[in-house]
């Protein structure tokens, strides 16, 4: 039976209507293109008005396929598969051509947008003839959720839901929780102490009755889909028994081992082998590093064990694989500092005083390895002066094309910590100060006043090679100062490059893991940059704070919060909604060549080693096509994007082509004899 | 056509083809006694007579089944395949010439003239000092002698023609052979239109241990020793068994030697060489398309002799441009 094809021709105000003759598409339509029964343009199909056309005409003229020409599916389809549920069709016999992005927008010749949108029109109603009806599905959402990383952002995550009675599993790979902020002394523009605003959430989220915390573990593999994956978490070994450890510390402050602490010292302190990374560290359990433990390398030693009161030291305790069911998951993995060796121009590594930002984070910071006294390598001299130098990997082709965001402001609140500590002049060598945040301008006008010197200028090289003796003794800042149009030699004590922020080096493998994509940098890819940043293209999975693009800290708590609200609207719905557009294998004709198998980018296919075939589990299936393609059987066929669809597509867009020479398609296929003059 | 009914007719014909097809019909042995039981053969140049004036003297339709083989190149071979149809009830594009165009139908990637220059001008071994090529009509004293016309495209009998069946394989094996012509006899076709084979690939014929998929690099078959248990792609060796529809027996990949295609797509599948190069472009492992170019460029030489050997005439390519581009 030839199905009754009813098409709508949006004006959109004039978006459309002011590059495309939609009456004329509309005419065009209803008279040529076979099985349209209904053809119409109005100013506005998505209006209530525009809505109600579409229902009346499937029940009045028994209309089978709607097609509509107007905006983006991205905005729109969700209101015409409505109006066509409403009136009883159903939602996937419905088809929306974009005539706004695709044509209106994109053109200003009238006739040629004109005769585009025909083209695209006649593409869809062909298309729509061979649609089928979907049915989605509904699955339970489990109420628990995973949050990935203890930072700012995962623990603001974490507590939201918890507080609001959901279960959350918060995992952090370093034996605490906090962060980098965690190692910060104070916070621009508020100057208020890190600690003392972050260590609060951190016990609270380590005493709440409805956080489980599992630190020093990773994400081992994740599988399900939205509302139900199944996570398996390594925990791996502390060699000390959480539930015996009271956290006292003797065992620290015994052991006899002695280590340059790397990563929360940033090099600048020291660490026992049985450590907690600092002081306020939550939990309190300390680990111990294997790596440089007198016991794990020569066999003895023991000493932490001998002095703990409880006896919670355990040499021969194993990685644990625990295995946990979430509905949801939040990756708010965070970031790590760029290699400030890769610009070796600047000197870090080579020359003593050139710091990085986190090493002078750590210098400034009354808990840290000085006491919070900005001093020199040697320990004791004070700088008379500091050059910070911004942008470093940042905003800069050769490292990350991207602003870091924060250095920024950062830089300024070294400037002020310089000033109100020492006697240093402090001069900042910028590209562009962005300072565009709440109080952060004011705070830029504060640090003026306060007497900081501004360069504007990239700097060239950070040299020890004098060429005066002023310069003797002195790191030389070579740089153009490009309001003052001059090359300028600023001799500085020390020099604190601001390194870049930088995406995790696994984050990739991590969002594969849990079936998102990054940017090529390494980025989490959010759903729509501006009207979804913080859900992912994976249902289910969500992205927080630094792990999905740089920002500072006020960010990271809206994101973790926004996260979590995201989360509690899935839990509070109890069920979500399956799109029904996914691939299938015919699993009698699949001969198991496992070509499919680790192409989907959403872990979604499975290999059946008895049956020696490949199946894909619905739920975890976005439709994109890629396994459809591959497959060299021609097996798998992606529901709403079948060959039959689209080739359907294709010849009506090429419907006033003619068949070329040689070519293939559906025309080719017929016998088409050969003038016999040769 | 049970037992008791008239016997029915049975034509065979060759065009385009090497005569693998004939052979592997020979092969099924003492069974041919049985279809000449069952039927009249009324034409079969390769093993039985038959003239072409008789046939043209038939009523419509009065062939019964015709099995084809070869593609189209030339007036004659059109012309056959034309006056076949019409005498036939059914007719069965059969192997891979008449199906999708096979070894001939890689002559698409040049026309007449570059085939003629390289038959008649460049071989080494000729001997032509006149540069003579063959004429569709030469005077003689006698009278005037027609040569057939030799076509710039080969096209796939069904191209050419309407055609009911397709019987894939280069050559069907003799097995696959009887199996159709039992499903003939005991009038078992499936839909009209439809390849008559099964409906899965090589893969799943082949013994061979499959894993997941990553390929660093392509090789020749002589460049490598073969691990005899795992499969060849997994290897590195280009095989098209993934992509080609079971039937033979994976009698190739058995011996350590790459599929190559000659069963033609599974069922569903438009372009065979496309479905073939995307999954195997899948694989690849790399990320960075300057690596991709040079493990294609360095492993794969002849990307089309390799992903369209059998299926170029009939794929969406067809022809090279006759432009030359």
Same mark, same amino acid.
């Given at each position: ?80 598969? @409505? ?28 006739? !040629?947008?004109? !005769? ?8 869809? !109603? ?76 951190? *016990? ?6 409805? &956080? ?12 399900? *889909? ?10 791996? !070994? =502390? ?48 680990? &111990? ?23 919670? #030291? ?116 910028? &590209? ?56 300028? =030699? ?104 496992? #070509? ?39 097996? #798998? @066929? ?41 | ?5 008239? /016997? ?14 004939? %052979? ?32 043209? /003297? ?129 009038? /078992? ?6 390849? %008559? ?86 694989? %690849? ?9 040079? %493990? ?30």
């Amino acid at each position: 039976m030839a199905e009754r094809v009813g098409v709508y021709i949006c004006h959109c105000g004039s978006n459309i209507a002011g590059t495309v003759d939609v009456e004329e598409v509309a005419r065009w339509a209803g008279e040529n293109i076979k099985d349209v029964v209904v053809s119409k343009d109005y100013k506005f199909m998505c209006s209530s008005l525009g809505q109600a056309m579409i229902e009346e005409d499937i029940k009045k003229e028994k209309l089978t396929r709607v097609v509509v020409g107007a905006c983006s599916p991205h905005l729109h389809e969700k209101t015409f598969r @409505t109006a066509c549920k409403n009136a009883g069709l159903n939602p996937y016999l419905f088809d929306m051509t974009n005539l706004r992005e695709h044509v209106s927008w994109v053109c200003n010749d009238k006739e !040629a947008g004109t !005769a585009k949108a025909k083209a695209l029109i006649a593409g869809s !109603a062909e298309r729509v003839k061979y649609q089928q009806p979907l049915e989605p599905s509904y699955v339970d959402v489990h109420p628990a959720t995973l949050v990935v990383g203890g930072g700012i952002t995962g623990l603001q995550a974490a507590l939201e839901l918890a507080d609001a009675g959901h279960p959350v599993y918060l995992v952090e790979r370093s034996p605490s929780v906090g962060g980098h902020m965690a190692q910060f002394d104070k916070t621009f523009p508020t100057l208020d102490c890190s600690a003392c605003i972050l260590t609060p959430k951190m *016990s609270e989220a380590g005493q709440h009755e409805n &956080i489980t915390m599992l630190t020093y573990s990773e994400l081992e593999e994740v599988s399900g *889909s939205v509302g139900k994956f199944k996570v398996k978490i390594r925990k791996k !070994a =502390r060699y000390v028994v959480e539930k015996d450890c009271t956290g006292c510390g003797i065992c620290m402050e015994k052991c006899p081992r002695k280590i340059v602490d790397e990563d929360f010292e940033a090099g600048l302190g020291y660490r026992k082998a049985i450590y907690t990374p600092f002081p306020q560290a939550v939990p309190r359990t300390p680990v &111990i590093d294997v790596e440089n433990c007198t016991y794990f390398q020569r066999g003895k030693c023991k000493v932490c064990s001998k002095v703990c009161p409880t006896n919670a #030291i355990d040499y021969e305790q194993q990685d644990e694989i625990i295995e946990i069911d979430v509905g949801n998951i939040i990756l708010a993995t965070g970031w790590k500092l760029f290699d400030c060796k890769k610009v070796p121009q600047y000197g870090y590594g080579r020359l003593a005083n050139v710091y990085t930002n986190m090493e002078f984070e750590r210098l400034c910071n009354a808990a840290g390895p000085t006491g919070g006294k900005i001093v020199m390598r040697d320990g004791k001299t004070e700088p008379k002066s500091v050059a910070i130098i911004h942008c470093v990997g940042s905003r800069d082709v050769n490292h990350n094309a991207h602003c870091s965001a924060v250095c920024c402001m950062a830089a300024l609140k070294f400037g002020h910590l310089i000033l109100e500590k020492t006697n240093a002049e402090v001069y900042s060598f910028y &590209i562009d100060m962005r300072t565009n945040q709440k109080q952060y301008e004011e705070f830029y006008q504060r640090l003026l006043e306060e007497g900081m010197h501004f360069v504007r200028g990239k700097v060239a090289e950070v040299t020890d090679a004098a060429r005066n003796p002023d310069e003797q003794g002195k790191l030389i800042v070579q740089c153009e100062d490009t309001l003052l149009g001059k090359q300028r =030699r600023i001799p500085v004590d020390m020099v604190v490059l601001m390194g870049a922020i930088e995406p995790q080096a696994d984050a990739k493998e991590l969002g594969l893991k849990c079936g998102i994509s990054c940017s090529m940098a390494g980025w989490y890819t959010e759903r729509h940059p501006k009207l979804d940043p913080v859900a992912t293209m994976t249902e289910g999975v969500f992205v927080a704070g630094t792990c999905q693009g740089a920002k500072d800290i006020p960010a990271c708590v809206a994101q973790g919060a926004a996260a979590a609200a995201r989360v509690q609207g899935m839990i509070t719905k109890g069920k979500v909604m399956i799109e029904p557009i996914v691939a299938s294998i015919n699993e009698e004709a699949c001969s198991g060549c496992r #070509i499919c198998n680790n192409l989907c980018p959403y872990n979604a296919i499975e290999f059946d080693p008895v049956k020696e075939t490949s199946h894909v589990i619905s739920s975890m299936c976005k439709g994109c096509g890629t396994c459809v393609a591959a497959c060299p059987a021609g097996v #798998i @066929t992606g529901a709403h994007f079948n060959n039959q669809q689209i080739f359907a597509q294709i010849d009506g867009v090429l419907w006033d082509a003619k068949p070329a020479g040689g070519n293939g398609g559906a025309a080719a296929k017929a016998a088409e004899p050969e003038p016999v003059a040769s | 056509m049970s037992e008791g009914k008239a /016997k029915g007719k049975l034509a065979v014909y060759w065009a385009a083809s090497c005569g693998g097809c004939d %052979i592997s019909t020979l092969g099924i042995d003492t069974k041919i006694l049985d279809v000449a039981e069952h039927f009249d053969i009324v034409m079969w140049p390769c093993a039985a007579d038959g003239k072409v004036h008789d046939i043209e /003297k038939m009523a419509d339709g009065e062939i019964d089944v015709c099995l084809f083989n070869g593609g189209i190149r030339t007036s004659e071979q059109e012309y056959m395949a034309q006056l076949l149809r019409k005498k036939s009830k059914v007719l069965v594009a059969f192997g891979s010439c008449a199906s999708e165009g096979c070894i001939p139908g890689l002559g698409n990637l040049n026309d007449k003239a570059s085939c003629f220059k390289t038959v008649y001008h460049d071989s080494p071994s000729l001997d032509n000092p006149n540069g003579v090529e063959p004429q569709p009509v030469t005077e003689v004293p006698e009278g005037k002698l027609h040569l057939p016309v030799y076509y710039d495209t080969l096209k796939t009998l069904g191209q050419t023609v309407k055609v009911d069946y397709m019987l894939p394989g280069c050559p069907p094996e003799s097995d696959r052979i009887w199996d159709a012509i039992v499903a003939i006899l005991e009038n /078992k076709l499936p839909e009209p239109g439809s390849v %008559i084979g099964s409906n899965t690939t090589v893969c799943d014929e082949c013994p061979r241990k499959r894993e997941e998929k990553k390929i660093k690099k392509f090789y020749r078959t002589w460049e490598i020793e073969v691990d005899p248990d795992r499969c060849l792609l997994e290897q590195g060796l280009l095989c098209a068994g993934i992509a080609t529809r079971a039937g033979c027996g994976a009698l190739c990949p058995q011996v350590n030697s790459p599929c190559i295609g000659c069963y033609g797509p599974n069922n569903g599948v438009e372009d065979h060489g496309m479905q073939l190069l995307s999954a195997v472009a899948s694989v %690849i492992d790399s990320e960075d398309p300057d690596e991709i170019d040079a %493990i294609i460029k360095e492993g794969i030489p002849d990307p089309v002799g390799s992903f369209y050997r059998f299926s170029l005439a009939q794929s969406n390519l067809r022809r090279k441009n006759k432009a030359g581009v």
